[in-house]
Protein backbone atom coordinates (compact mmCIF):
# COMPACT_ATOMS: atom_id res chain seq x y z
CA UNK A 1 0.00 0.00 0.00
CA UNK A 2 2.98 2.30 0.91
CA UNK A 3 4.28 1.74 -2.40
CA UNK A 4 1.26 2.84 -4.37
CA UNK A 5 0.91 5.79 -2.60
CA UNK A 6 4.56 6.78 -3.71
CA UNK A 7 3.43 6.37 -6.98
CA UNK A 8 0.59 8.76 -7.18
CA UNK A 9 3.18 11.27 -6.04
CA UNK A 10 5.35 11.02 -8.72
CA UNK A 11 2.38 11.30 -11.18
CA UNK A 12 1.12 13.42 -9.87
CA UNK A 13 4.13 15.79 -10.77
CA UNK A 14 3.30 15.58 -14.26
CA UNK A 15 0.31 17.46 -15.99
CA UNK A 16 -2.68 15.56 -17.78
CA UNK A 17 -1.66 16.42 -21.23
CA UNK A 18 -4.02 13.45 -23.23
CA UNK A 19 -7.61 14.87 -21.66
CA UNK A 20 -9.90 16.99 -24.05
CA UNK A 21 -6.71 17.26 -26.86
CA UNK A 22 -9.27 17.76 -30.30
CA UNK A 23 -11.06 20.83 -28.10
CA UNK A 24 -8.02 22.54 -26.48
CA UNK A 25 -5.95 22.21 -30.15
CA UNK A 26 -9.06 23.56 -31.87
CA UNK A 27 -9.37 26.47 -29.51
CA UNK A 28 -5.73 27.50 -29.72
CA UNK A 29 -5.62 27.23 -33.85
CA UNK A 30 -8.79 28.89 -34.46
CA UNK A 31 -7.85 32.13 -32.14
CA UNK A 32 -4.60 31.88 -34.07
CA UNK A 33 -2.61 32.79 -37.48
CA UNK A 34 -0.65 30.63 -39.80
CA UNK A 35 2.99 32.18 -39.55
CA UNK A 36 5.46 30.72 -42.46
CA UNK A 37 8.36 28.55 -40.82
CA UNK A 38 11.99 29.74 -40.82
CA UNK A 39 14.31 27.18 -41.94
CA UNK A 40 17.50 25.72 -41.69
CA UNK A 41 20.06 28.80 -41.70
CA UNK A 42 18.35 31.81 -40.72
CA UNK A 43 20.14 32.72 -37.55
CA UNK A 44 16.95 32.30 -34.91
CA UNK A 45 17.30 28.65 -35.30
CA UNK A 46 20.81 29.45 -34.52
CA UNK A 47 21.58 30.61 -30.92
CA UNK A 48 19.44 30.32 -27.91
CA UNK A 49 16.62 32.06 -27.33
CA UNK A 50 15.38 34.35 -24.50
CA UNK A 51 13.58 32.99 -21.30
CA UNK A 52 9.75 33.84 -21.16
CA UNK A 53 9.79 36.20 -18.31
CA UNK A 54 6.34 37.62 -19.01
CA UNK A 55 2.86 35.54 -19.01
CA UNK A 56 0.45 37.77 -20.63
CA UNK A 57 -2.16 38.27 -23.35
CA UNK A 58 0.93 38.76 -25.26
CA UNK A 59 2.16 35.46 -24.91
CA UNK A 60 -1.24 33.47 -25.37
CA UNK A 61 -1.70 34.68 -28.88
CA UNK A 62 1.79 33.79 -29.88
CA UNK A 63 0.83 30.76 -28.80
CA UNK A 64 -2.38 30.72 -30.51
CA UNK A 65 -0.37 31.47 -33.32
CA UNK A 66 1.94 28.21 -33.44
CA UNK A 67 -0.92 25.66 -32.60
CA UNK A 68 -2.30 27.24 -36.10
CA UNK A 69 1.12 27.32 -37.90
CA UNK A 70 1.78 23.84 -36.40
CA UNK A 71 -1.15 22.44 -38.25
CA UNK A 72 -0.89 24.19 -41.33
CA UNK A 73 2.19 22.99 -41.69
CA UNK A 74 1.24 19.53 -40.31
CA UNK A 75 3.54 19.18 -37.72
CA UNK A 76 3.52 17.16 -33.92
CA UNK A 77 5.82 20.31 -32.02
CA UNK A 78 6.89 23.43 -32.97
CA UNK A 79 9.06 25.95 -31.66
CA UNK A 80 8.86 29.21 -31.12
CA UNK A 81 11.77 30.48 -33.14
CA UNK A 82 10.40 28.15 -36.02
CA UNK A 83 8.03 30.88 -36.73
CA UNK A 84 10.81 33.80 -36.14
CA UNK A 85 10.22 34.38 -32.73
CA UNK A 86 13.38 34.53 -29.93
CA UNK A 87 11.74 33.17 -26.83
CA UNK A 88 11.84 29.42 -25.20
CA UNK A 89 8.14 28.23 -25.38
CA UNK A 90 7.15 25.38 -27.92
CA UNK A 91 3.60 23.64 -28.84
CA UNK A 92 3.20 19.92 -28.65
CA UNK A 93 0.31 17.65 -30.73
CA UNK A 94 1.86 14.61 -30.68
CA UNK A 95 1.27 11.14 -30.59
CA UNK A 96 3.03 8.28 -28.43
CA UNK A 97 4.38 5.12 -29.56
CA UNK A 98 0.82 3.26 -28.24
CA UNK A 99 -1.22 6.48 -30.24
CA UNK A 100 -2.60 8.43 -27.18
CA UNK A 101 -2.29 12.01 -28.13
CA UNK A 102 -0.56 15.05 -26.00
CA UNK A 103 -1.74 18.37 -26.62
CA UNK A 104 0.23 21.25 -24.59
CA UNK A 105 2.50 24.36 -23.94
CA UNK A 106 5.96 24.28 -22.64
CA UNK A 107 7.87 27.82 -21.43
CA UNK A 108 11.61 27.96 -20.61
CA UNK A 109 11.88 23.99 -21.08
CA UNK A 110 14.98 22.34 -19.29
CA UNK A 111 15.06 18.51 -20.50
CA UNK A 112 16.05 16.01 -16.93
CA UNK A 113 18.92 14.08 -17.31
CA UNK A 114 17.72 10.48 -17.10
CA UNK A 115 20.05 8.24 -15.06
CA UNK A 116 21.39 5.42 -16.73
CA UNK A 117 19.00 2.75 -16.44
CA UNK A 118 16.51 4.87 -18.44
CA UNK A 119 18.84 5.60 -21.38
CA UNK A 120 17.22 3.38 -23.78
CA UNK A 121 17.61 4.37 -26.73
CA UNK A 122 15.54 4.44 -30.25
CA UNK A 123 17.26 5.54 -33.24
CA UNK A 124 14.15 6.07 -35.46
CA UNK A 125 13.83 8.37 -38.47
CA UNK A 126 13.32 12.27 -36.97
CA UNK A 127 12.30 15.03 -39.44
CA UNK A 128 11.48 18.91 -38.43
CA UNK A 129 9.54 21.58 -40.09
CA UNK A 130 12.65 23.87 -40.50
CA UNK A 131 14.47 21.39 -42.87
CA UNK A 132 11.24 20.27 -44.89
CA UNK A 133 11.34 17.01 -46.76
CA UNK A 134 14.24 15.61 -45.00
CA UNK A 135 14.97 12.63 -42.66
CA UNK A 136 17.47 11.03 -41.03
CA UNK A 137 17.76 8.25 -38.32
CA UNK A 138 18.84 10.09 -35.27
CA UNK A 139 19.49 7.75 -31.16
CA UNK A 140 17.49 9.58 -28.83
CA UNK A 141 16.05 8.18 -25.69
CA UNK A 142 12.86 6.71 -25.94
CA UNK A 143 11.68 8.28 -22.48
CA UNK A 144 12.47 11.81 -21.73
CA UNK A 145 11.17 14.33 -19.00
CA UNK A 146 11.07 18.17 -19.83
CA UNK A 147 10.13 20.64 -16.69
CA UNK A 148 9.30 24.02 -17.45
CA UNK A 149 5.90 26.44 -16.69
CA UNK A 150 2.80 26.91 -18.36
CA UNK A 151 1.29 29.59 -20.37
CA UNK A 152 0.67 31.29 -16.80
CA UNK A 153 4.10 30.70 -15.37
CA UNK A 154 2.91 27.60 -13.51
CA UNK A 155 6.20 25.44 -12.78
CA UNK A 156 5.24 21.99 -14.83
CA UNK A 157 6.86 18.91 -15.78
CA UNK A 158 5.85 16.32 -19.00
CA UNK A 159 6.79 13.35 -19.96
CA UNK A 160 6.87 11.18 -22.76
CA UNK A 161 7.52 8.11 -24.51
CA UNK A 162 8.56 6.36 -27.61
CA UNK A 163 7.35 9.43 -30.51
CA UNK A 164 6.51 11.71 -28.20
CA UNK A 165 10.04 11.83 -26.09
CA UNK A 166 11.66 12.09 -29.16
CA UNK A 167 9.28 15.73 -30.05
CA UNK A 168 10.37 16.87 -26.41
CA UNK A 169 13.54 16.87 -27.07
CA UNK A 170 13.86 17.98 -30.73
CA UNK A 171 11.57 21.02 -29.66
CA UNK A 172 13.92 21.65 -26.44
CA UNK A 173 16.69 21.54 -28.92
CA UNK A 174 15.05 24.12 -30.89
CA UNK A 175 14.72 26.54 -28.13
CA UNK A 176 18.69 26.08 -26.91
CA UNK A 177 19.69 26.77 -30.93
CA UNK A 178 20.51 23.42 -31.49
CA UNK A 179 18.42 21.29 -34.83
CA UNK A 180 18.64 17.89 -35.24
CA UNK A 181 20.93 17.63 -37.85
CA UNK A 182 23.51 19.49 -35.57
CA UNK A 183 23.20 15.71 -33.89
CA UNK A 184 24.31 13.51 -37.29
CA UNK A 185 27.44 13.18 -38.52
CA UNK A 186 28.98 15.35 -41.22
CA UNK A 187 27.68 12.56 -43.80
CA UNK A 188 24.64 12.40 -42.84
CA UNK A 189 23.85 16.07 -42.60
CA UNK A 190 25.45 16.45 -45.51
CA UNK A 191 22.66 13.72 -46.87
CA UNK A 192 19.68 15.74 -45.56
CA UNK A 193 20.78 18.93 -46.75
CA UNK A 194 20.95 17.42 -50.23
CA UNK A 195 17.56 15.48 -49.33
CA UNK A 196 15.91 19.25 -48.44
CA UNK A 197 17.36 21.18 -51.31
CA UNK A 198 15.82 18.78 -53.84
CA UNK A 199 12.32 18.43 -51.94
CA UNK A 200 9.59 20.85 -52.42
CA UNK A 201 7.77 22.20 -48.79
CA UNK A 202 4.10 21.54 -48.12
CA UNK A 203 4.05 24.99 -46.76
CA UNK A 204 5.03 28.70 -46.75
CA UNK A 205 8.59 28.98 -45.27
CA UNK A 206 10.74 32.20 -44.42
CA UNK A 207 13.38 32.31 -47.57
CA UNK A 208 16.82 33.19 -46.17
CA UNK A 209 18.23 36.29 -48.22
Known sequence: ?????????????FIVDTEDCEERERAYRERGTARPITVVG????HKEC??????????AALIDDMFA??????????????????????????PDD????????VCN?????????????????EGCLSVPTAYAPLA?????????QDAQGKPIAVRGTGYFARCLQHETDHLYGRLYIDRLSKR??????????????????????
Not at 50 to 59: G, P, Q, S, Y
Not at 71 to 94: M, R, S
Not at 98 to 105: A, F, I, K, L
Not at 109 to 125: F, G, I, Q, T
Request: charged share 35%; proline share 6%; hydrophobic share 35%.
Open 50 to 59: RDVTEFDDKL
Open 98 to 105: DGVRHVGV
Open 109 to 125: PVLEELPADRRVLDDSN
Open 140 to 148: RPEYAVVRG
Open 69 to 94: SQKAAEGVGLAANQIGVDLKVFVYDC
Open 42 to 45: NPVL
Open 188 to 209: DRKDVLRQMAEGTPRYETVPND
Open 1 to 13: MAQQGTDQQVDDE
